[in-house]
């Protein structure tokens, strides 16, 4: 599994609109000022063995997002809500 996908750094599923994206980085950013371990609904418990959520890496995932052009090449290597293949897959897991 892809430890450096963005995306899978960050909870999120690849797709999600600008306002999901803004309202996960107030989230992460409470939960490393308190100290508490980033989990999300979205994890994939296979996916996140071995990830590196530290503040440097959210940061880095999430300047990775920020710009539409960085967001499509991560995108295509993750899962996206509602997805043909994907939507199954996820609620089987």
Known sequence: ???KNPFNVLGLLAGV???????????INAYLNVGKELSFEEDIPWAVEGLDR????????FASIEQ???RALP???WFVE??????PALSHL
């Open 54 to 61: 530290s503040r440097e890496a959210v940061n880095a995932a």
């Open 75 to 77: 995108g295509f290597d």
């Open 68 to 70: 539409y052009s960085s």
């Open 1 to 3: 599994m892809n430890t």
């Open 82 to 87: 509602g997805g043909r293949a994907d939507g």
């Open 17 to 27: 609109p600008e306002k999901e994206i803004a309202r996960r980085k107030a989230q």
